[in-house]
């Protein structure tokens, strides 16, 4: 693994599985930074402020819902995409649904900015082919 912690970015109105997230996240991956926020609101009005005059040293994994109110993780994906290049560059976006509908499934696969979809809760399995690998190959 490298001298770098691993970021993870979680919008998701459930903060049970916001919970369950950071706990699998830390508990398969070990020193991670987890923020996780309830609204998408407030999830883009930071990404917007903070990435926007620093750069991250690696990408940050975001790991986004679809089905909330006020802001859907669709219009959360509408708004992300009109963010300059040097933030939108910075993110590795993942849909995590608990949606099966193979319309959500092929929307997101189809969408340039969504890496997968991956079907809630996170596990073990996942986290660890995914995010460790990335971790040992990607971020040096």
Known sequence: MTNLTKRFLIVDDDPVNNFLSKLELKKSLGEVDVLAFESPAVALIYIETEFEQQQAKEKITLLLDLNMPVISGW????????????IKNQFDIYIVSSSIDPVDIERAKANPLVI???????NKYFVVNRFLEESNSSYK
């Open 75 to 86: 219009e959360f994906l509408d708004k992300f995409e009109s963010f300059p290049e040097t």
């Open 116 to 122: 997968d979809f991956v079907e809630k809760p996170l």
